[in-house]
Nanobody, 125 residues
Framework: QVQVVESGGGLVQAGGSLRLSCTASGSKNGANNMGWFRQAPGREREGVACISRSGSITYYQDSVNGRFSATRDNAKNTLYLQMNDLKPEDTAMYYC??????????????????WGQGTQVTVSS
């Protein structure tokens, strides 16, 4: 079982930036495709940004495309999400996921995916 731990959430004003980090450990098969999902109160969980194990393929939800950037450092087993120009509608609990299926149009968690506990991002207007 892969252990996933997120960090970096917080409170920021609209237009500000945050960087989330996620460390994944315990994988027996090396690096996984990974991603960020979020869930706001009263809304369904949604995929935000995902990246392949090599970093060559990325997916972004339309609402964050151009503002968020997912990168990874496989030597450190760490995934990052740089979030710029944050908006109040970005307020949510953000979850890191190890084990997703990703292409340029979609990102889907695998049945056996490992989820972190989440980190709260709150954007004030």
């Amino acid at each position: 079982q892969v252990q996933v731990v997120e960090s970096g959430g917080g409170l920021v004003q609209a237009g500000g930036s945050l960087r989330l980090s996620c460390t994944a450990s315990g994988s027996k098969n090396g690096a996984n495709n990974m991603g960020w999902f979020r869930q706001a109160p009263g809304r369904e969980r949604e995929g935000v940004a995902c990246i392949s194990r090599s970093g060559s393929i990325t997916y972004y939800q339309d609402s964050v495309n151009g503002r968020f950037s997912a990168t990874r450092d496989n030597a450190k087993n760490t995934l990052y999400l740089q979030m710029n120009d944050l908006k109040p509608e970005d307020t949510a609990m953000y979850y890191c996921v190890a084990g997703v299926s990703v292409d340029y149009n979609r990102c889907t968690p695998a049945y056996s995916a490992s989820w972190g506990q989440g980190t709260q991002v709150t954007v004030s207007s």
